[in-house]
């Protein structure tokens, strides 16, 4: 099932997240290792197939899913520095989203955006390397779907560090003053970069935060697919019934350094050996176990996601570079 | 420059002297309503455009004409609603916003040169961000030095925005509708000194005749507003205007100036400029933005890194000097450029050798 | 009494109060008329004794007399556009202060700030003409005294239009994250230029909007002197006293329109009709009258406040502008 | 340029060779550490700059050397810390604030443009703002068009904000000691392709011998890198060590090239500039900001309105192009400025007519 097709059932739609955080798990772990080519005995950012700086959502893919669920390809969706898992639930093209990583010409923006800078207009995602920028966006393209009678949703993930941008302040009025069809999703992983959200954000759930604009203000435990998926799933219609904006925190876990080469140093060891055991695919696939689902079945979605990453990355590596008349062709002179 | 001489430069067919004679303000507010009357995808946002029409009487009478749903009023909250004017623009509208005064783009610049100008190229072409940011600049009225800049090569300098910058009603209007029209964002800086509001004091040669029918001025380039053998005078905006009034000074005194209102800062139109100075072999750029990085050192190295040029004088430019803009108006006023100035550095330019 | 002279009793800080308003009211009643000088019978801002915008205060003194009752010359605050019922209450210099607004060389920063950017140095005032910018320094300065030792705070006045202006979220937080010693008074005139609250803010009180910093927020209605010394007091105390940050909506009205030219017929005409009797410069002496002062005193301290009030103008009036190398005297080359 | 270049040109005494050998990084945090030490009103604010010592490694250590109260982690709300550390230097601290990437300044440029920048000026002098805004500029090594501009010209183009750009850690160093001892607000851009980090990857020459005590470099001067007498290389940051690169190659060509090491973008040292085209009679300007309205121009503008020079050559810049910068590592490198292309133009200029 693709999102924007209506989730016939409990059933279907936790199986099509189940399948869709391993898709993205997948693609993940094989640029994580393509990352280190070239960067190997010495690190240096600018070498290897895949140069630059590289965030991984592993751990994130829940709060991806859950929501994601929901939408059409009609819905529009910002991401942000961090926008792997949301761009394959939001059902990115998984072969142009590789090849633009790899900088290639097959790739979504001919490789003039990179990792940082996924647009793919089949489905309105986009995404961005400025902490705060993607909100403002969803609250215009919601006010748009209204304005052109439309009754798609917008929807503007952001991590726990960037709601102390003055952006997410000004957005978030903006969008309760005039209702507009939009959702706010706030991944809180505990950390921006080294910095914990004790030492950046003055109350404890920025669900606390949506009061300061009379929206609803949700804080979902657990980074826990399906109750991230009711959750997103009330937002979402209300939204999409003209009731207007609603705020959600999601509790998260990075499971790996803000970029791949960070040591992590900063996070308390403790801290650090619990991920492990907090991986949600994990969890996920043993809950739907428990709920009933043969392992068979999971197996082979697990198998269909690890062939459409394989593809997707052998079509990177094997697509060209772009021409250089490429960098010029998208700027009037 | 007569409405008359507007006229002959910009191409349209020469009217009765004095008919339809507009405001810069009344020809900006009469495109938009035009665009709006005939593209429903067109919406206006800003601080105090609605309910009053504008601080600088750009958006009169669009709510009554369009209704709350394209015409809106917004908090004080910049960065916020460029950023949703973007997402707009992503999805199909062409929003037209007003930024009440460009020294305020410290608190929306990443909206307006990340975001507006970078979706196109980010995005490989898929998306486009038709957007129109107006924005009142310039100074001379003692406001201060947070309500007086022009800031042009700020904007200039930034890739993936085109910017207009108009200095009479007829280009006005053309250059607005052309500006709505495309498909990248344009920020587009009406001069308060050639807005055409009584309160504020203003050129009246900036109004000038417009037609009533739509039309449109290309972006992207300059005019040449009057033709002469021994001087060009680059200017934009008001000094347009010091450049006229200058070359009339000069006239008297057997010096033919021709004047290039730039019109456009991106994309700068070189060759217009290089025509020009290639005739004239000597160049004056006047702008009242801040000299360094500033328009007129963008104009004398576009004039001479071009080796087909032979100037016959060193080339000069006018700007506001490298210092915040003084209130006081005895300060304000000696230190913007003026024509006097301007005729002083042509005639030295003229006389040199 | 000076500000910073700790008030003496309920009775002196209520006239010090009184004065202080009078103070403002007088000296703007003059600035107002003298506006006016050269822009008849065509109004051109450019033109006249004082050009350039021009926004009163007249109708919001009780903000800015209940307020720096408690603040000394060393504590710190930054104001805004509309800056002179603030500057006089916090004991910036009214002469030097006439001649900025001017553009005299005698003026506080020798004409090159204006009535936007009047600062005293002697008594830590500032203001900025863009909206929302001094927040941010108060919490600076706030932060400065606790981390050099002293026991100072600072308060940041501003609109109700400012606080959807991402720097106060940016602010706010840092200051109660910081605990710093600062106190965020919002004057809600009910207006940003023509836009009202309830088309400009998703929340009817921005007292409101300290939960989303985990402060205390304090909504006085009323535009009381009395009420707002109180609130004022409490917060400033607790600033002082290193318990943090506090913010404080105060209703009040603005009498005269945006700025000095403006027709205000946005305003409902009844709304404009009841302005008359709100001013609370009348009330305030009414109540003082009432509570037993005789009017003999406060016509006494009236007279005080006109004498002082002309004798700013008249030497700002005297005053030479400024030689045009002052313009260059304070950039490097 | 090896490091016994740098000292001719800065003149402090000649040291063993290889001695104390420093990337720009550690020149830095030894420039902070130093400055904290004797002046107990220098503080540190940014983000990542205490716990980890920042990303760029310019604060490693003050933390444990000077205590959280001086050294702080800040939200990511760059116009709320920028602005509260233009507070704190109103009242007598000495901030160094770190704005990790030039890039977002688009969300706090108004703390910088309009509040610290204008302070003075406003203030008549009452009032200064001795901040430090560290900032990390340049491309180079494909991390996409939000993280690898420079904008120098955007900074030096703002009235009342000195701005340094260090090619090399001994300038690094002194200039920045200098910088935090000044009372203007200074912009410090530190280029990544010089600062010596072994995961970004950098130039080996831009580390040098440092001094261990503290010295002053002083602002606004630029330096003279290298003399010559064919051609004047203007650069500054990363594109010093392209002219350097390029020198090198044309002297084989028999060409001998002037270096000029702007180091300040404002206040700009046009007098050295002038200077040493008045001698060579030839001037190419290299930078890495986008080409409108940028340093080249003002460059080579500076150099044409001065009537003392006679130029041999049309000058000629070599800077970004006014297009984002590309993700892909071919598209970016295809458009970044360097050596070979300074070398064509260089040799172009000399071979002209
Ligand atoms: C405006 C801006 N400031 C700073 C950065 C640098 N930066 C990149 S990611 C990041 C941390 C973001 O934290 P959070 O929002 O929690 O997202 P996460 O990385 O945890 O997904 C920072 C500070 C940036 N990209 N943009
Ligand atoms: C950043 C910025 N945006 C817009 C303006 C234009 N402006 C000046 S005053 C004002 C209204 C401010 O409203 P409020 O904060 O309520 O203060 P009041 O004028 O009512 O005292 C506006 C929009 C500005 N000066 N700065
Ligand atoms: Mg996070
Ligand atoms: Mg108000």
Redesign the pocket.
Known sequence: MQPGQAPHGNLHHRLWMYEAMVKSRELESRIKTIYFEGKTPVFNMAKGPIPGEMHLSMGQEPCAVGVCAHLRPTDFVTATHRPHHVAVAKGVDLRKMAAEIFGKKTGLSRGLGGHMHLFDAAVNFSCSGIIGEGIAPAVGAAMAARIQGRDDVAVSFMGEGATNQGQFHEALNLAALWKAPVVFIIEDNAYGISVCKAESTSVASNADRAAAYGIPGVFVPGNDPDAIHAAAGEAIARARAGDGPTLIELETHRLEGHFVGDTVEYRPVEERERLAELDPIQLFRSRLIGDGHEASELDALDAEAVRLADDAISFARNSEYPALEEAFAHVFG | MSSVDVMQETGAKTPAPRQRRLTVARALNEAIHQEMATDSSVVVLG??VAKIGGVWSTTVGLLDAFGPARVRDTP?S?SGFIGAAVGMAAVGLRPVVEL??VD?VG?CMNSIYSLAAKQRFFSGGQVTCPMVLMTSVGGGYSDGG??SQTLYATFGHLPGLKVVVPSNAYDAKGLLASAIRDDDPVVFMFHKGVQGLGWLGTVPRAATHVPEEAYLVPLGKAAVTREGSDVTLVGLGLTVHHAIDAADQLQKEGISCEIIDLRSIAPLDRETIRASVRKTGRLVAVDDDYMSYGIGGEVIASVCEDASITLKATPRRLSFPDIPIPFSPVLEQGVLPNSEKLVALARQAVLEK
Chains 1, 3 share one sequence.
């Open positions: 601080e105090d004080i910049e009440m005064f305020f608190v947070q309500h």
